[in-house]
Protein backbone atom coordinates (compact mmCIF):
# COMPACT_ATOMS: atom_id res chain seq x y z
CA UNK A 1 0.00 0.00 0.00
CA UNK A 2 1.38 3.38 -1.00
CA UNK A 3 0.48 6.48 0.54
CA UNK A 4 0.82 9.90 -1.29
CA UNK A 5 0.79 13.30 0.49
CA UNK A 6 1.09 16.60 -1.19
CA UNK A 7 2.11 19.83 0.08
CA UNK A 8 3.60 23.81 -1.00
CA UNK A 9 -0.25 24.85 -2.24
CA UNK A 10 -1.04 28.12 -1.57
CA UNK A 11 -2.24 31.55 -3.06
CA UNK A 12 0.14 33.56 -5.74
CA UNK A 13 -0.40 36.24 -7.73
CA UNK A 14 -0.94 35.87 -11.42
CA UNK A 15 2.70 35.85 -12.90
CA UNK A 16 4.30 33.90 -9.95
CA UNK A 17 5.97 30.68 -9.04
CA UNK A 18 4.82 27.54 -6.76
CA UNK A 19 6.34 24.35 -5.83
CA UNK A 20 4.22 21.37 -5.03
CA UNK A 21 5.63 18.46 -3.49
CA UNK A 22 4.25 14.58 -3.03
CA UNK A 23 5.74 12.01 -0.70
CA UNK A 24 5.20 8.98 -1.06
CA UNK A 25 6.03 6.03 1.54
CA UNK A 26 5.43 2.29 1.32
CA UNK A 27 7.00 2.21 -2.56
CA UNK A 28 9.51 0.04 -3.25
CA UNK A 29 12.71 1.65 -3.89
CA UNK A 30 14.00 -0.37 -6.41
CA UNK A 31 10.61 0.35 -8.89
CA UNK A 32 10.72 2.63 -11.08
CA UNK A 33 6.72 3.65 -10.90
CA UNK A 34 5.08 6.16 -12.45
CA UNK A 35 3.96 9.29 -10.75
CA UNK A 36 1.52 11.73 -12.02
CA UNK A 37 0.08 15.09 -11.30
CA UNK A 38 -3.42 15.76 -12.10
CA UNK A 39 -5.60 19.13 -11.07
CA UNK A 40 -9.34 19.64 -10.94
CA UNK A 41 -10.88 23.02 -10.42
CA UNK A 42 -14.84 23.24 -9.01
CA UNK A 43 -16.68 22.30 -12.04
CA UNK A 44 -14.27 21.13 -13.89
CA UNK A 45 -13.13 17.26 -15.29
CA UNK A 46 -9.81 16.14 -13.38
CA UNK A 47 -7.20 17.11 -15.35
CA UNK A 48 -3.77 15.32 -16.77
CA UNK A 49 -0.30 17.95 -15.80
CA UNK A 50 2.27 15.71 -15.84
CA UNK A 51 4.04 12.35 -15.04
CA UNK A 52 7.50 10.43 -13.90
CA UNK A 53 9.05 7.41 -13.51
CA UNK A 54 10.86 7.09 -10.14
CA UNK A 55 14.05 6.21 -11.71
CA UNK A 56 14.61 7.26 -15.38
CA UNK A 57 13.03 10.42 -14.66
CA UNK A 58 11.40 10.83 -18.19
CA UNK A 59 9.11 12.78 -17.38
CA UNK A 60 5.68 13.87 -19.59
CA UNK A 61 3.77 17.22 -19.64
CA UNK A 62 -0.13 17.12 -20.22
CA UNK A 63 -1.32 20.85 -21.90
CA UNK A 64 -1.46 22.32 -18.57
CA UNK A 65 2.45 21.95 -18.15
CA UNK A 66 3.92 22.73 -21.37
CA UNK A 67 6.41 25.40 -21.25
CA UNK A 68 5.93 26.36 -17.53
CA UNK A 69 6.13 23.41 -15.21
CA UNK A 70 9.01 21.02 -14.43
CA UNK A 71 8.48 17.68 -12.86
CA UNK A 72 10.67 15.56 -11.53
CA UNK A 73 11.47 13.11 -8.48
CA UNK A 74 14.24 12.61 -5.92
CA UNK A 75 13.70 8.43 -5.59
CA UNK A 76 15.98 9.11 -2.71
CA UNK A 77 13.81 10.85 -0.66
CA UNK A 78 10.36 9.55 -1.89
CA UNK A 79 9.44 12.65 -3.44
CA UNK A 80 8.20 14.23 -6.68
CA UNK A 81 8.19 17.97 -7.20
CA UNK A 82 5.90 20.05 -9.38
CA UNK A 83 6.82 23.21 -10.26
CA UNK A 84 5.09 25.43 -11.69
CA UNK A 85 6.26 29.30 -13.41
CA UNK A 86 4.05 32.29 -14.94
CA UNK A 87 0.35 30.94 -13.00
CA UNK A 88 -2.48 31.79 -14.65
CA UNK A 89 -5.94 31.75 -12.81
CA UNK A 90 -6.86 29.00 -14.81
CA UNK A 91 -3.79 27.23 -12.85
CA UNK A 92 -6.22 27.17 -9.99
CA UNK A 93 -7.49 23.76 -8.94
CA UNK A 94 -6.97 20.94 -6.33
CA UNK A 95 -3.59 19.73 -7.53
CA UNK A 96 -3.34 15.58 -6.66
CA UNK A 97 -0.36 12.89 -6.99
CA UNK A 98 -1.20 9.40 -8.14
CA UNK A 99 0.90 6.22 -8.10
CA UNK A 100 -0.14 2.31 -9.56
CA UNK A 101 -0.52 3.25 -12.87
CA UNK A 102 -3.37 0.29 -14.50
CA UNK A 103 -3.19 -0.04 -17.95
CA UNK A 104 -0.95 2.24 -20.11
CA UNK A 105 -2.70 5.76 -20.04
CA UNK A 106 -0.95 8.23 -18.68
CA UNK A 107 -4.70 9.42 -17.29
CA UNK A 108 -5.28 6.66 -15.54
CA UNK A 109 -6.44 5.07 -14.04
CA UNK A 110 -4.08 5.02 -10.46
CA UNK A 111 -4.53 3.22 -7.47
CA UNK A 112 -3.50 5.39 -4.95
CA UNK A 113 -3.83 9.08 -4.75
CA UNK A 114 -2.89 11.82 -2.39
CA UNK A 115 -5.22 14.36 -0.64
CA UNK A 116 -4.56 16.91 -2.89
CA UNK A 117 -3.03 20.35 -2.38
CA UNK A 118 -5.12 23.45 -3.13
CA UNK A 119 -3.16 26.03 -5.58
CA UNK A 120 -5.46 29.65 -6.22
CA UNK A 121 -3.78 32.18 -8.88
CA UNK A 122 -5.10 35.44 -7.87
CA UNK A 123 -5.55 37.86 -10.77
Known amino acids: QVQLVESGGGLVQVGGSLGLSCVAS?????????VAWFRQAPGKDREFVAAIRWLSNSPWNGEPAKGRFTINADSARNTVYLYMNRLKPDDTAVYYC???????????????WGQGTQVTVSS
Open 98 to 112: ATGQLGDSLAGPYRF
Open 26 to 34: GRTSEADDL
